[in-house]
């Protein structure tokens, strides 16, 4: 027998049991080492469905091949593509090899969604589902079952703008859909966004809720790992702010790592000056500014709003109650931008430093780290609504290029969550 192809594994015993093992070994007539590995034998072909499901990613990875290694994932909720082209971009290298994302199936009740996901994430790839579907329409089990399941489901009723009616809202149970997913297909790992309001709904009950059911879904149920990301420590132009729930399936033995955000800050004007964007660019029609408006901005400093700019009585706004910081504010060259929102009324369209008008679709785009050859697709009403649904590109590829050095064993600069989970759902 050629030993090179044999593993050594070490016993240890407590020395009572180690000097009875040799003495019945003895009386047997047998090799210790023989039995040892008849017993291994026996465990192994007694467990040998149970280990095939559970054995380790890394060690069924071959890092000498050249040959690309693909996780298939799933995602809900897609809307335009925000996590989708951060995993179509996300790739790393372990030993010889290449390892990375790939499509198997979304969905998304809006249509123009879908349809701008297909175009530029899928590029038409027939092999891929993009189901455009109310999510409780659809029979989760004929989706299917992949590596790794995505979804940042909608935020309407956790948002910290409106009246965060959280579980009690129209949005809010929906998540529960991906649980149920999860259930049936028992992916290897999950990834889950929302706002931060997320954390205060219904006095935080649903973020406990939430916790508690990722957690326990499946077969295996999900070791979990929650942050609070503040996006523009991680490269992105956007002060934005989500949570994100990374689990491992618990019989791999996986645990998630917070990447360590660079502090590289890139500022709103470097973003859509560096380079220039051409005139003659995809979603870069201007918003018509009535006289007022363009009078009101032009009183209106960079980084001011509607409430702290000195404005003229008859340019003031006429509104009681909350007064959102957001209304007519125009950025602040030397910082990331504010939040990107995708819906409201007048005043909420984010408004340039320089000019005053309200941002282009594409300029939109651009903080939130899209290309400029991502083409959405709809009214201009709808991709704005698209845009601001969205995650940053950019930073939600740190954390799946993390995923996948987690897999794979690959390890990384991280830091400790701010979330404490087992906190949370005490």
């Known amino acids: 027998m050629d030993k090179s192809s044999n593993s050594t594994l070490e016993f240890r015993l407590p020395s009572e049991l180690h000097e009875?093992?040799?003495?019945?070994?003895?009386?047997?007539?047998?090799?210790p080492s023989s039995v040892l590995r008849s017993l291994v034998q026996d465990f192994i072909m007694d467990n040998e469905k149970d280990i095939l499901e559970k054995t380790p990613i890394t060690s069924s990875l071959n890092l000498n091949s050249l040959v690309d290694e693909w996780f298939t994932i799933g995602e809900m909720y897609c809307g335009p593509g925000g996590i989708g082209l951060a995993a179509k971009n996300s790739s790393i290298k372990f030993g010889k090899k290449s390892f990375k994302f790939k499509h198997s199936w979304a969905t998304d009740y809006d249509a123009d969604s879908c349809m701008t996901y297909k175009n530029n994430i899928l590029d038409n790839d027939d092999e891929c589902l993009v189901i455009p579907e109310d999510i409780k329409d659809l029979n989760l089990k004929d989706l299917p079952k992949v590596d790794g399941f995505l979804y940042?489901?909608?935020?309407?009723?956790?948002?910290?703008?409106?009246?965060?009616?959280?579980?009690?809202?129209?949005?809010?149970?929906?998540?529960?859909y991906g649980v149920e997913y999860i259930n049936y297909a028992n992916p290897k790992f999950i990834?889950?966004?929302?706002?931060?309001?997320i954390s205060n709904a219904n006095s935080g009950y649903a973020f406990k809720k939430i916790l508690s059911e990722l957690s326990g879904a499946g077969d295996h149920g999900y070791e979990l790992t929650a942050n609070f990301y503040k996006f523009e420590e991680y490269?992105?132009?956007?002060?934005?702010?989500?949570?994100?729930?990374?689990?491992?399936?618990?019989?791999?033995?996986?645990?998630?790592?917070?990447?360590?955000?660079s502090m590289q800050t890139i500022t709103?004007?470097?973003?859509?000056?560096?380079?220039?964007i051409p005139a003659s660019s995809l979603n870069q029609e201007r918003t018509k500014q009535s006289e007022t408006v363009i009078e009101r901005l032009e009183h209106t400093k960079p980084g001011e709003n509607a409430w702290t700019a000195d404005l003229p009585d008859r340019l003031r706004l006429?509104?009681?109650?909350?007064?959102?910081?957001?209304?007519?504010?125009?950025?602040?060259p030397s910082k990331p931008?504010?939040?990107?929102?995708?819906?409201?009324g007048g005043g909420t369209h984010v408004y340039h430093y320089k000019e005053p008008r309200a941002l282009t679709n594409r300029e939109r785009a651009r903080l939130q780290t899209f290309p400029d050859d991502f083409h959405f697709f709809g009214s201009k009403e709808s991709v704005r609504k698209q845009i601001g649904m969205a995650v940053p590109v950019k930073?939600?590829?740190?954390?799946?290029?993390?995923?996948?050095?987690?897999?794979?064993?690959?390890?990384?600069?991280?830091?400790?969550?701010?979330?404490?989970?087992?906190?949370?759902?005490?």
């Open 20 to 31: 009875k093992f040799k003495l019945a070994c003895s009386v047997s007539r047998v090799n």
């Open 152 to 176: 940042g489901f909608p935020c309407n009723d956790f948002s910290n703008v409106g009246e965060t009616k959280g579980l009690k809202g129209l949005f809010g149970p929906l998540y529960s």
């Open 191 to 197: 990834f889950a966004e929302n706002v931060s309001g």
């Open 235 to 261: 490269g992105v132009p956007q002060s934005r702010h989500r949570y994100i729930i990374v689990g491992f399936r618990k019989d791999l033995g996986l645990k998630f790592e917070v990447p360590a955000p």
């Open 268 to 276: 709103c004007k470097e973003a859509l000056e560096n380079p220039p």
């Open 318 to 332: 006429n509104v009681k109650g909350a007064k959102l910081s957001m209304i007519y504010k125009r950025l602040d």
């Open 337 to 344: 931008s504010y939040t990107i929102t995708g819906s409201g």
């Open 395 to 426: 930073g939600v590829q740190i954390i799946l290029e993390s995923i996948l050095k987690t897999l794979v064993g690959k390890t990384y600069d991280s830091i400790e969550p701010n979330v404490d989970i087992l906190k949370i759902r005490s």
